[in-house]
Structure formats: structure tokens, C-alpha cells
């Protein structure tokens, strides 16, 4: 993606959370308005629904883009924090919970209090466990 390109650290997580918000409610409309289609001709074509289809774009086409960038920045922000620096745990976290929805199979978005959140079926290999979790221990 054009817009994460060249940002620092911090701006990366900031920027890369907003537009993996943006996306997540973009997905869950488009699902709703297509909801038909998602619900009959997708499952009896034995296709993957628009949810999983749009999650592996993002995948695709951002996520894998920035990956060791984001991991990078994630791990650095962690240091900070051990280093009693301030530092947005919320985005961290967040950004950290991306890596684990980027390793669902199949995938749905629900709506939870006021925010939108993915739920699916993890893979045994996720991408969390296994591009993430390997250098934070």
C-alpha cells in the first residue's frame, strides 16, 4: 500500500490500524448488502465467502506488503515500553491482533459493542505464532 510506505515506526502502526478499520467496516457493509448472494450462491458454489475472500486480499495485498516493517515497529515499541517509555499499548495491541486475524482459514466480521472485529477458524500454522511470536520470545 501507497500510504504506508514510507512512515516511521509509530506512524506505521497508526496508519496500518486505521486502514485495517476502515477495511473491517468496508467489509462488513459490503457483506450486508450482499448478504444474498454471500449466503446462497457463494455456499452452493462451494466458494468462499465475501468475508474470507476479503480478508486474504488484505492479506495479499497490504499486510504481506509491510509485514516485517509492522513487526519491527511492533517489537520496538515493546522495548519502549520495557524501557518505561510512553508508548499506546492499545495500538500495539491491536497491531499485534492482526497478525493473528491475518491466519484465519475462514473468516466473519461481528459487530461487538461499538467496534467491528473479525472471528474465524485458525489455521494451525498462524501467522501470529509463526512470523511474530518467534521473535517476541
Do not use: P
Not at 50 to 78: W, Y
Not at 80 to 105: C, H, P, Q, S, W
Request: aromatic fraction near 12%; proline fraction near 0%.
Amino acid at each position: 500500500m501507497e500510504v504506508l510506505k514510507d512512515k516511521n515506526e509509530e506512524n506505521l502502526l497508526k496508519d496500518y490500524i486505521k486502514e485495517w478499520k476502515d477495511y473491517t467496516i468496508l467489509v462488513h457493509f459490503m457483506r450486508k448488502m450482499f448478504s444474498y448472494l454471500d449466503r446462497y450462491y457463494l455456499r452452493n458454489n462451494n466458494t468462499v465467502s465475501l468475508a474470507t475472500s476479503a480478508l486474504h486480499l488484505f492479506r495479499d495485498q497490504c499486510f504481506n506488503t509491510v509485514i516485517d516493517r509492522l513487526r519491527t515497529a511492533i517489537l520496538n515499541q515493546i522495548t519502549k515500553d520495557r524501557n518505561n517509555e510512553i508508548v499506546d499499548l492499545d495500538l500495539v495491541k491491536r497491531a499485534i491482533y492482526t497478525f493473528v486475524e491475518m491466519g484465519f482459514i475462514s473468516a466473519d466480521i461481528v459487530k461487538q459493542d461499538d467496534d467491528f472485529i473479525w472471528k474465524g477458524d485458525k489455521n494451525n500454522e498462524t501467522t501470529y505464532g509463526s512470523k511474530f511470536q518467534v521473535q517476541l520470545l
